[in-house]
Structures are given as C-alpha cells and as structure tokens.
Nanobody
Framework: QVQLVESGGGMVQAGGSLRLSCAAS????????MGWFRQAPGKEREFVAGLGFNHASTFYADSVKGRFTIAGDNAKNTVYLQMNTLRPEDTAVYYC??????????????????WGQGTQVTVSS
C-alpha cells in the first residue's frame, strides 16, 4: 500500500511562488502516472497537473499552463509541483494521487487512488 504525503503549502502574495512536494512511502512509484488536484472551499476537486507513465510526459489544466510545472525525482520517490506567478484563484487544498485506471484520462479524479491528506495553499491579493 502506497502512502502519499504532501508538503510545501503556505501563504504567499499574488505573483509569488511555492513548490509542493508529494513523497511516497510503502512502494516505489517511479513508473506510475501521478496527478495533482486542488479543491477550493465550496468547489469540486479539479485537475491541476499530471505526470505520465515513466514520468515521461506532462499534462496541465489550462488555468495553470505556463505557470506550474510538475516533475518527478525517482531517487527521492517524490513528485513536485512548482507553482509560479500565483494568483488568488489558486487558493485551495492541493492533493497528489497515483493514477491507477488507465482507461480514464488524467483530468478525471476517478482515475486515481492513494490520495494524500492535502496541503493548503493561500494566495493573497
């Protein structure tokens, strides 16, 4: 059973940057597709970024494209989400998860299992 732990959240002003980490334990996941999602108060969980099989490809929501970067460090069993030029609308709890259902696309939360507990990101204007 893989356990994921997110960290790196915090409070930042608009235009600032944060780097989120998603550390895995229990089993290495160097080849598993991964995803980052976020959920703001009163809203549904939404896809942010995905890392493909063997971490060879990346996928982004239109709202973060060009500002966020997802990357994996296999040696550390960790996936990162570098977030630049943050906006108040990026405020949410951010979650990482492992994509286990290949028949669903990256932006479908139903494709994922082993969700972490989340890390809060707050962007002030």
């Amino acid at each position: 059973q893989v356990q994921l732990v997110e960290s790196g959240g915090g409070m930042v002003q608009a235009g600032g940057s944060l780097r989120l980490s998603c550390a895995a334990s229990g089993r290495t996941f160097t080849t598993y597709p991964m995803g980052w999602f976020r959920q703001a108060p009163g809203k549904e969980r939404e896809f942010v970024a995905g890392l493909g099989f063997n971490h060879a490809s990346t996928f982004y929501a239109d709202s973060v494209k060009g500002r966020f970067t997802i990357a994996g460090d296999n040696a550390k069993n960790t996936v990162y989400l570098q977030m630049n030029t943050l906006r108040p609308e990026d405020t949410a709890v951010y979650y990482c998860a492992i994509k286990v259902r290949t028949y669903l696309y990256y932006d479908d939360s139903g494709a994922y299992d082993s969700w972490g507990q989340g890390t809060q990101v707050t962007v002030s204007s």
